[in-house]
């Protein structure tokens, strides 16, 4: 079915390195990405998103980059801090009269290592 | 500004009991959502409202679930009765309403036992 996922579960860095999280995604209808973090008992957080028309946005230490031709997402985020510990999850949504409705991705667990 | 309020933040009850969670969107959000969140899983819609309207609740379990939003800004989703399988966090988040797609933002959550 169409669903949104990761490839991995995991993910452990040294503090300093750069980061790069994963998202696949199966349904090509989908025109809207966005990354959330979320930091243990909170909510998700609003990191970046990109619309289907471009293939790269770079926000403050974050970027993101769409692949629409294999249907891949990723988050890269420069220079990783311990602050950045968190899961972060993708999601999509599409347009149309559903396009507040978004699929969520089960999630990557970041760890970061002083 | 004060973000999205939820409470209480946790709750542990047994199974068969009723439950309920509060939420206070963020001032001003006319559209409001519940969505619930499994253990190593992302948050899924239950239902959402534009102002005190459920626009979208084909994701809600009718036969026990049910949420209101009397006079469009606080609202509450109760579950009853709640079994094993209810156990989760569920999150509140309000947006702006409009056409276009616009940043939900999210509550901390209720953390609900089930035992």
């Known amino acids: 079915g169409e669903s949104v996922g990761l490839h991995l579960p995991t993910l452990s860095v040294q503090e300093g390195d750069n980061s790069i999280i994963n998202c696949a995604y199966s349904n090509s209808a989908s025109d809207y990405f966005i990354w959330y973090k979320q930091e243990s008992g909170k909510g998700p957080q609003f990191i970046i998103d990109i619309r289907s028309n471009m293939d790269k946005r770079q926000g403050q230490r974050v970027t993101v980059l769409l692949n629409k031709t294999v249907k891949h997402l990723s988050l890269q985020i420069a220079a990783t801090q311990p602050g950045d510990s968190a899961v972060y999850f993708c999601?999509?949504?599409?347009?149309?009269?559903?396009?507040?409705?978004?699929?969520f991705g089960k999630g990557t667990l970041l760890t970061v290592n002083p | 500004e004060a973000g999205v309020v939820q409470s209480p933040r946790y709750k542990i009850i047994e199974k068969k009991q009723p439950v309920a969670f509060w939420c206070n969107p963020i001032s001003g959000h006319n559209t409001l959502y519940w969505y619930r969140q499994n253990l190593g899983q992302g948050p899924e819609l239950l239902i959402r409202y534009e102002n005190e309207e459920a626009v979208d609740d084909s994701q809600l379990p009718k036969d026990r679930f049910s949420a209101e939003r009397l006079k469009g800004v606080d609202s509450t989703l109760k579950i009853q009765p709640a079994e094993l399988g209810d156990s989760a966090v569920y999150l509140c988040?309000?947006?702006?309403?409009?056409?276009?797609?616009?940043?939900?933002?999210f509550g901390p959550g209720t953390r609900l036992t089930v035992l």
């Open positions: 999601a999509e949504s599409r347009s149309g009269g559903s396009n507040y409705k978004l699929t």
């Open positions: 988040a309000s947006s702006l309403p409009g056409q276009r797609y616009n940043e939900q933002f």
